[in-house]
């Protein structure tokens, strides 16, 4: 079964139990300042955990692209990814564990056929702060799991704090409980003893889902008190779902990444084994991540997002470079080719400085400045100091490193709080005031201006958007003369739910209209909401209940970011 079959089959089940399919929110949170990327199927409905209802119902399930950069350096091994495809289903104050627990069961025994003997679930141990999670475990056995496959620990606690002990007061969590599938054919490291458990590194066991319950709410005195409206948060990644489906041990293997492995093959001219494995993993896993970016209008550069995207790009040419002894941007599809070249130009140049030095220059600072100033991979400083005989002192790099990170952190700070979405009132004037930019630039423009991008934080907004040639300054004053009219005639801003054909017809906007389910939430500006409206759109993110309270914004700077693309920043008067 491949894993195209596995995610159909997922949704499929969970429809027929009553869930609706919502479609991915993008990989660039549109209004979340606190986090690079959407790094979970959850991320984009943690206001509905919150109380306000959603469109669609309090059973959702879908498949939700997810990039987690904290497991970037892990990607070398058989399991890790630094891109993957969250599975999810949620259950908003609905259904709660006697529901969840046995239909995974049912979905992971009964239509993807995986053998009961061969699965291991793991539940809260419980600790002085929160009791132990016997209700999930009389499931569990209720459903025929033996006591030896039913494993209780500590770390199966889910908050955004981290565990109980480290919630504030008022915020929501609870304990979780995941499932293992266990490959027969890997003998455990004889390190972990006689017998290994679901929680240990050999990788004889696969975590394949995991059900968080939030159902506590931490009180000022330390204790935890139910939650009325208790929720479901489930997520399996696809990958490893469909490993376990062949029982194939290494997802590189499966159908997601078999053709970009057999592709390094044939033009590397080695064999995906031993050695080779680690350097193949990290170009498919980082090619296949940073295809997925591209597609969804990012370019590689130096900052947030784009630094991203070009480090795992330059990071693939690295380790081609090390499976080839070369490094040629023909190897790469055509997509990467270009940022590959920049890249090994920046190479060659950095190396004309490196062989000027003599040996009594060959200390950290040079390393660092070959890493700082010419983009040069620790892997490829360490090969360059070897080949003169000199070793690295990775202690002092790594100091002067940290260093460097902590000036970069101060200057981004904030970036990476989880991704949990940020409904501040700033955030949430920035949205408004896109959607007013939207509108004024196709009155002042014309009708062809189409969305394709945009990024808010706390300081500004970023509005990508379809336009053959820059603004003229007088243009650009008639934008937002526009915008600061609408804003200081205070006009009403509605929120509706409607059936998506009835609102596109009704002339509200929706540039990916792909990503939209049937049943849509549409924002109207304007003081009559079905004829006299200044805007509208399909969306889902915050607003102000009337332009008025933006106060007025400034058209800070326009600029081209590709050929018939423009960007645009606003700020906050």
């Not at 003998?187 to 066991?205: A, L, M, V, Y």
């Not at 190897?331 to 000027?356: A, H, I, M, T, W």
């Not at 090969?383 to 981004?412: N, V």
């Not at 196709?442 to 189409?450: A, E, F």
Request: charged share 25%; proline share 6%.
């Amino acid at each position: 079964m491949n894993s195209s079959e596995i995610c159909q089959k997922y949704l499929d089940f969970f429809k027929s139990k009553g869930h609706a399919v919502i479609p991915p929110a993008p990989l660039v949170p549109p209004d979340d300042p606190t986090t690079l990327f959407t790094s979970a199927g959850m991320q984009q409905l943690v206001p509905y955990f919150k109380g306000q209802p959603h469109p669609l119902g309090k059973r959702l399930v879908d498949a939700q692209p997810s990039v987690r950069l904290q497991d970037l350096d892990a990607v070398a091994d058989n399991r890790h990814l630094s891109m993957f495809v969250m599975l999810g289903n949620w259950s908003l104050g609905d259904y709660f564990k006697a529901e969840q627990l046995p239909w995974i069961w049912e979905f992971y025994t009964q239509v993807l056929k995986l053998n009961p003997a061969r699965l291991y679930v793991t539940v809260y141990k419980g600790s002085p702060a929160a009791p132990r999670d016997d209700e999930a475990a009389a499931i569990w056995r209720s459903l025929g799991l033996p006591e030896d496959k039913i494993f209780f620990y500590e770390d199966n606690w889910w908050s955004r704090a981290g565990g109980p002990e480290k919630m504030p007061a008022g915020e929501i969590g609870g304990p979780d409980s995941e499932v293992f599938f266990e490959f027969t054919q890997i003998e455990h490291d004889k390190k972990f003893g006689e017998k290994c458990h679901p929680n240990c590194d050999c990788g004889r066991f696969l975590e394949i889902g995991n059900s968080v319950f939030l159902q506590y709410e931490k009180q000022k005195d330390g204790s935890f008190k139910p939650l009325p409206n208790k929720n479901v948060d489930f997520g399996g990644g696809l990958e490893r779902i469909t490993a376990a489906v062949n029982d194939e041990p290494d997802v590189f293997l499966t159908d997601i990444f078999k053709p970009m492995i057999t592709h390094l093959e044939k033009v590397t001219g080695k064999p995906y084994s031993g050695n080779n494995c680690p350097p193949m993993r990290i170009i498919a896993d980082h090619l296949r991540a940073a295809s997925a970016m591209i597609k969804e209008g990012l370019e590689p550069s130096n900052k947030q997002q784009g630094y991203v995207l070009r480090r795992l790009i330059r990071r693939s040419a690295v380790k081609m470079r090390q499976l080839k002894g070369t490094l040629d941007p023909r190897d790469f599809p055509e997509e990467f080719q270009e940022e590959v070249n920049r890249f090994k130009v920046s190479l060659e140049r950095g190396l004309r400085e490196f062989n000027k030095l003599a040996p009594n220059q060959m200390g950290v600072l040079s390393a660092f400045n070959l890493f700082q100033s010419y983009g040069f991979p620790f892997e490829v400083i360490v090969e360059l100091f070897q080949q003169r005989g000199h070793s690295l002192d990775r202690q002092e790099f790594d100091r002067i490193f940290a260093e460097h990170q902590k000036l970069s952190r101060t200057a981004s700070a904030g970036m990476f709080k989880g991704g949990l979405a940020d409904h501040s009132e700033i955030i949430t004037k920035y949205h408004t005031a896109t959607h007013l930019l939207q509108a004024a630039l196709r009155q002042v423009l014309g009708d062809h201006v189409q969305q394709v991008g945009s990024n808010n934080t706390g300081e500004r907004l970023r509005f990508d958007f379809a336009h053959p040639q820059a603004l003229t300054a007088e243009e650009i004053k008639k934008v937002e003369d526009l915008i600061n009219q609408k804003i200081k005639e205070d006009l009403p801003v509605v929120k509706t739910i409607e059936d998506k054909d009835r609102a596109l017809a009704s002339g509200a906007l929706a540039f990916f209209q792909g990503k939209y389910p049937d049943k849509v939430t549409v924002y109207t500006v304007g003081r009559d909401s079905q004829k006299d409206w200044f805007s509208k759109e399909l969306c889902g993110g915050p607003h102000v209940a009337s332009t008025g309270e933006i106060g007025g914004v400034r058209i800070k700077k326009e600029e081209a970011v590709g050929t018939g693309k423009r960007r645009i920043y606003v700020v906050l008067k």
